[in-house]
């Protein structure tokens, strides 16, 4: 059989074997680390909107902050330094990703810590240079993250790493999402519910910088991968050649040309999502849902159809194959953005709101999954964090870009023609899914990376 073909049947295992891959310890592992992961990312994107909207920011200011987010579109220019640059004591006694992961944790709780005492009716910019710290730190445990992921199981079970990892991202995301909303409510003063309290966001903040200590505690018992020893370098051209160079020319050499197919298709995969996220919740304020309903809901339901999502969408592309679920992923996130729209002419409906966010955070859960996989297929592991890096980095480099004109769109055009706008950005990404699916690696991959074994993507 060819390599990767889109509809081409993979080898299939049980149901069973399928299922009992998440209780390994890599599995339970990662699903800590990416709470680790996802906790920083709402703090500083969705829910900083929340925060920023009730405040009475503007909606084009809130669009135009979102760009804080670049940080992660960026994290390839500094990915090698986390590849290949020693910590002085720290990577003695840790190892090179543990150590690094330590650092960037670390990072994120003095970030989020710094934010929870900034008031953004006063002084909207201290917030917003610690949110984009935050952001750099966040970045750079994913970084290292992705690397010990990706270095720490064969090819054949990253699909249920990234199901687990991106169980723990999303739970975190809901932590960050709904329980912060949740904690700041229950913080506000008798009789002042509804009017922006920023000790009440101080306390809730708080609490999720002190959340980081999962991450930390973690990464202090957990094992370090083991390290994929490179050539030593004769000089620093030599050095900087293996450490900045070769990690992006490893890729363009396997692929050749199929790798444009590649990228694009990275690039844009999840852009409707990332660009309607970072108005959901104004969104939400605007239509008159209350911290403690949009909490409820995203906690309960969307917790559950979340794990759902992330389950479902690991076991399948182990047993069908990344490819057909990458493709269900992508019909199924533009669909769920339609939802949106109809919902912003509904109005005010705790019931269907619980109906779109349970509809959203299912597509998400498989698309992710999916994606996470087929990106960790991609990697060589000799540069596993440099190059995972770029493909991360990509994804979100351009709808992180689009996205912080959400909120000029929303004030020329509206809620739902917005959300109709962000479905129909989601339809060339089915053209690119396929196209993809037929792309066959050029040359020999080399003997450390993982398709040297592994050849097709598709299971």
Same mark, same amino acid.
């Given at each position: 059989?060819?390599?990767?073909?889109?509809?081409?049947?993979?080898?299939?295992? /049980?149901?069973?074997? /399928?299922?009992?891959?998440?209780?390994?310890?890599?599995?339970?592992?990662?699903?800590?680390?990416?709470?680790? =992961?996802?906790?920083?990312?709402?703090?500083?994107?969705?829910?900083?909107?929340?925060?920023?909207?009730?405040?009475?920011?503007?909606?084009?200011?809130?669009?135009?902050?979102?760009?804080?987010? $670049?940080? &992660?579109?960026?994290?390839?220019?500094? =990915?090698?330094?986390?590849?290949?640059?020693?910590?002085?004591?720290? *990577?003695?006694?840790?190892?090179?990703?543990?150590?690094?992961? @330590? +650092?960037?944790?670390?990072?994120?709780?003095?970030?989020?810590?710094?934010?929870?005492?900034?008031?953004?009716?006063?002084?909207?910019?201290?917030?917003?240079?610690? =949110?984009?710290?935050?952001?750099?730190?966040?970045?750079?445990?994913?970084?290292?993250?992705?690397? &010990?992921?990706?270095?720490?199981?064969?090819?054949?079970?990253?699909?249920?790493?990234?199901? /687990?990892?991106?169980?723990? &991202?999303?739970?975190?995301? !809901?932590?960050?999402?709904?329980?912060?909303?949740?904690?700041?409510?229950?913080?506000?003063?008798?009789?002042?519910?509804?009017?922006?309290?920023?000790?009440?966001?101080?306390?809730?903040?708080?609490?999720?910088?002190?959340?980081?200590?999962?991450?930390?505690? *973690?990464?202090? !018992?957990?094992?370090?991968?083991?390290?994929?020893?490179?050539?030593?370098?004769?000089?620093?051209?030599?050095?900087?050649?293996?450490? @900045?160079?070769?990690?992006?020319?490893?890729?363009?050499?396997?692929?050749?040309?199929?790798?444009?197919?590649?990228?694009?298709?990275?690039?844009?995969?999840?852009?409707?999502?990332?660009?309607?996220?970072?108005?959901?919740?104004?969104?939400?304020?605007?239509?008159?849902?209350?911290?403690?309903?949009?909490?409820?809901?995203?906690?309960?339901?969307?917790?559950?159809?979340? @794990?759902?999502?992330?389950?479902?969408?690991?076991?399948?592309?182990?047993?069908?194959?990344?490819?057909?679920?990458?493709?269900?992923?992508? !019909?199924?996130?533009?669909?769920?953005?339609?939802?949106?729209?109809?919902?912003?002419?509904?109005?005010?409906?705790?019931?269907?709101?619980?109906?779109?966010?349970?509809?959203?955070?299912?597509?998400?859960?498989?698309?992710?999954?999916?994606?996470?996989?087929?990106? /960790?297929?991609? *990697?060589?592991?000799?540069?596993?964090?440099?190059? &995972?890096? $770029?493909?991360?980095?990509?994804?979100?480099? +351009?709808?992180?870009?689009?996205?912080?004109?959400?909120?000029?769109?929303?004030?020329?055009?509206?809620?739902?023609?917005?959300?109709?706008?962000?479905?129909?950005?989601?339809?060339?990404?089915?053209?690119?899914?396929?196209?993809?699916?037929?792309?066959?690696?050029?040359?020999?991959?080399?003997?450390?990376?993982?398709?040297?074994?592994?050849?097709?993507?598709?299971?």
């Amino acid at each position: 059989m060819s390599d990767s073909t889109l509809f081409e049947a993979p080898s299939k295992r /049980s149901w069973r074997e /399928s299922l009992l891959v998440y209780l390994q310890p890599e599995s339970l592992r990662m699903l800590s680390l990416g709470f680790a =992961a996802g906790l920083p990312l709402m703090l500083v994107l969705g829910t900083l909107s929340f925060r920023l909207r009730e405040a009475g920011i503007d909606r084009g200011t809130i669009g135009h902050l979102s760009w804080v987010g $670049l940080a &992660y579109g960026f994290k390839w220019i500094w =990915a090698p330094i986390v590849d290949r640059v020693p910590l002085p004591g720290l *990577t003695r006694a840790l190892g090179r990703r543990r150590s690094w992961l @330590l +650092l960037a944790q670390i990072g994120v709780m003095c970030g989020l810590a710094s934010m929870a005492l900034a008031n953004p009716q006063t002084a909207l910019q201290p917030m917003v240079m610690w =949110a984009l710290l935050t952001a750099f730190a966040s970045a750079t445990q994913d970084i290292a993250l992705d690397a &010990y992921r990706i270095e720490s199981a064969p090819e054949k079970e990253q699909p249920a790493l990234a199901a /687990s990892y991106q169980t723990g &991202y999303r739970l975190a995301m !809901i932590w960050s999402g709904a329980g912060v909303l949740w904690l700041a409510a229950r913080s506000e003063l008798a009789g002042a519910a509804g009017s922006y309290q920023n000790d009440a966001w101080q306390t809730a903040y708080l609490v999720m910088a002190v959340s980081m200590l999962v991450g930390i505690a *973690t990464v202090l !018992i957990s094992p370090e991968p083991k390290r994929v020893e490179m050539p030593p370098a004769r000089n620093a051209a030599e050095w900087l050649q293996s450490t @900045l160079i070769e990690p992006f020319a490893d890729f363009f050499r396997r692929y050749k040309w199929h790798a444009a197919v590649i990228l694009a298709l990275i690039a844009v995969y999840r852009i409707s999502d990332v660009v309607m996220g970072i108005m959901a919740n104004p969104f939400y304020v605007d239509t008159g849902f209350t911290k403690e309903e949009v909490a409820t809901v995203t906690k309960v339901y969307g917790v559950i159809m979340t @794990l759902v999502g992330a389950f479902v969408g690991g076991s399948l592309s182990m047993r069908f194959g990344v490819m057909r679920i990458l493709m269900l992923g992508a !019909i199924l996130s533009a669909f769920t953005n339609l939802l949106f729209a109809w919902l912003a002419g509904y109005g005010h409906s705790v019931p269907a709101l619980i109906a779109v966010v349970s509809a959203d955070n299912l597509a998400s859960g498989i698309a992710s999954a999916a994606f996470v996989g087929y990106l /960790s297929s991609l *990697t060589n592991i000799s540069y596993s964090a440099s190059q &995972y890096a $770029l493909f991360s980095s990509l994804m979100l480099l +351009l709808p992180k870009f689009i996205a912080g004109f959400s909120g000029d769109y929303v004030n020329a055009h509206g809620y739902a023609n917005f959300f109709v706008s962000t479905a129909a950005l989601g339809l060339p990404v089915l053209l690119l899914v396929w196209a993809a699916g037929h792309v066959k690696k050029s040359g020999a991959a080399p003997q450390t990376s993982r398709t040297s074994e592994h050849s097709r993507v598709d299971g």
